[in-house]
């Protein structure tokens, strides 16, 4: 599977952004796509994760009401849409693929195998 994640860039507070999360390899309807981000200095942290269906989603707290996961298969591809940016919301973005065919939309980093490159994303105050 090979994921490749862009959309990202430089943006205001209260503006938003659509990141894209292209796959290839397996059918992309087999596993589950979640979006983790890593800012500067701390660790990886889940975002948002959506099912292999597209059914079932899930998301961090704080992007409750401001991020949108969700996926074409079709087109494989994902996408996350972020409004209502705020400059905590910087970070490097990754996309991921679950395999697990029990999986949902986990938010386990250590259940997703396949990573994509990351697309950086900054908020201006």
């Known amino acids: 599977v090979r994921l490749q994640a862009f959309g990202g860039g430089l943006v205001q507070a209260g503006g938003f952004l659509r990141l894209s999360c292209a796959a290839s390899?397996?059918?992309?309807?087999?596993?589950?796509i979640g979006w983790f981000r890593q800012a500067s200095g701390k660790e990886r942290e889940f975002v948002v994760a959506v099912s292999r269906s597209g059914g079932s989603t899930s998301y961090l707290d704080s992007v409750k009401g401001r991020f949108t996961i969700s996926r074409d298969n079709a087109k494989n591809t994902v996408y996350l849409q972020m409004n209502s940016l705020k400059p905590e919301d910087t970070a490097v973005y990754y996309c991921?693929?679950?395999?697990?065919?029990?999986?949902?939309?986990?938010?386990?980093?250590?259940?997703?195998?396949?990573w994509g490159q990351g697309t950086l994303v900054t908020v201006s105050s």
């Open positions: 390899g397996r059918p992309f309807s087999n596993y589950a």
């Open positions: 991921a693929a679950d395999l697990r065919t029990s999986g949902g939309a986990s938010s386990r980093r250590y259940e997703y195998e396949y």
